[in-house]
């Protein structure tokens, strides 16, 4: 995570001033509520399941914005904000296709299970945080 | 960063090989392809029971939403009637859920965690 700061921080290998750490994380929330709202007209028009391809690669896009900068801070707000967008039509559209298409038996339990592995990606963030916080190269 | 590719790879992928929703080829007159892929998710002939069920339900809400007209505008959600009601309703379970601060409690204890190792 040094690495990170040393880059992207405004006192370089310290720390984030407050606004540059609000504005990198809370875009992505913004990019979400634009996400979420355009993806219902998005949605009927295309199609479920070429919609949810859509924001797969609006999300890749947004994966590329981010890792393709190697020092501006910008860039890394602006990858979250793109990345926002497939997140919020991506956590529309799932739900939306699961209890559309499940069958009325198993349809509550596939739906739980949509938030049930957003819970396990949550812990494997936190798994994956203390063994690569002591990392000091750009990985 | 790059692990970031993977999920939405596997996701865009595999969707491609997943029948399209039912209830959205029905809306666009597909009526056949919805029951195909409504026998499918259940694991069942064509002219089963179960499927003919789940299509009566299917026509029985599309008629519902076209009982007033095909055409809604997105403010209803606070004209219509009683969605007022609703709309406040989502919006206060969705804040409420929130302000537990479960949220909070999770970042922080990241957080200071990561500064006390």
């Known amino acids: 995570m040094n690495d990170f700061l040393c880059r992207f921080a405004d006192q370089p290998c310290v720390a984030f001033s407050n606004s540059r750490e609000g504005t990198i994380v809370g875009l992505l929330s913004i990019g979400t509520l634009f996400g979420v709202l355009s993806t219902g007209p998005i949605a009927d028009k295309l199609g479920r399941r070429l919609t949810i391809v859509l924001w797969c690669i609006v999300f890749m896009v947004g994966v590329v914005i981010q890792i393709a900068t190697s020092r501006a801070w910008i860039q890394i707000a602006i990858g979250r904000l793109i990345a926002g967008f497939g997140v919020g039509g991506l956590s529309v559209m799932t739900p939306m296709y699961q209890s559309e298409t499940a069958p009325r038996q198993i349809r509550g339990a596939l739906v739980s299970c949509y938030q049930l592995f957003i819970t396990l990606g949550i812990l494997g963030r936190h798994c994956s945080y203390d063994p690569t916080s002591h990392m000091t190269d750009c990985s | ?117």
């Open chain 2, 1 to 117: 960063m790059g692990i970031g590719f993977i999920p939405p790879f596997l996701m865009a992928v595999g969707i491609m090989f997943l029948p399209e929703s039912p209830r959205w080829d029905y809306r666009r007159g597909h009526v056949d392809a919805a029951r195909k892929c409504v026998a499918a998710a259940y694991g069942v002939p064509i002219h089963h029971r179960e499927v003919a069920r789940e299509m009566r339900e299917i026509k029985d809400k599309f008629e519902a939403e076209s009982a007033g007209g095909q055409k809604h505008h997105w403010y209803e959600v606070v004209t219509g009637p009683r969605m007022l009601y609703r709309t406040l309703l989502g919006i206060s379970l969705q804040v409420l859920q929130q302000l537990t601060g479960a949220n909070y409690c999770e970042h922080h204890h990241l957080t200071s965690s990561a500064r006390s190792s």
